[in-house]
């Protein structure tokens, strides 16, 4: 199974920019739909962008204008690019990784944190 490591969160002005990347190991990685969610101080975790293997790219609404995903077969890593950030965007982000949506390898997570 696919291991799944974040990396690239911190503390960020309103209006700054993250990349967030997301590392794995294991074979096939081009096999699977890959995903990010978060999950904010109290909230539910949520789904943010998912790549899947067939290249099909989403983004929820909330987000759809400032954070684009992108992934690198080559290097086993899918990014998360997140522009002009805003304070409800403070959360953990996770990628999960799964086949045929079900995503049932995730990541440890990584904090960001967006200062107003």
């Known amino acids: 199974q696919v291991q799944l490591a974040e990396s690239g969160g911190g503390l960020v002005q309103a209006g700054g920019s993250l990349r967030l990347s997301c590392a794995a190991s294991?074979?096939?990685?081009?096999?699977?739909?890959m995903a990010w969610y978060r999950q904010a101080p109290g909230k539910e975790r949520e789904l943010v962008a998912t790549?899947?293997?067939?290249?099909?790219?989403y983004v929820v609404d909330s987000v759809k204008d400032r954070f684009t995903i992108d992934r690198d077969n080559a290097k086993n890593t899918i990014y998360l690019q997140m522009n002009s950030l805003k304070p409800e965007d403070t959360a953990v982000y996770y990628c999960?990784?799964?086949?045929?949506?079900?995503?049932?390898?995730w990541g440890q997570g990584t904090r960001v944190t967006v200062s107003s």
């Open positions: 999960a990784a799964g086949r045929f949506g079900n995503y049932g390898a």
């Open positions: 294991g074979r096939f990685f081009e096999t699977y739909d």
């Open positions: 790549f899947t293997s067939g290249n099909n790219i």
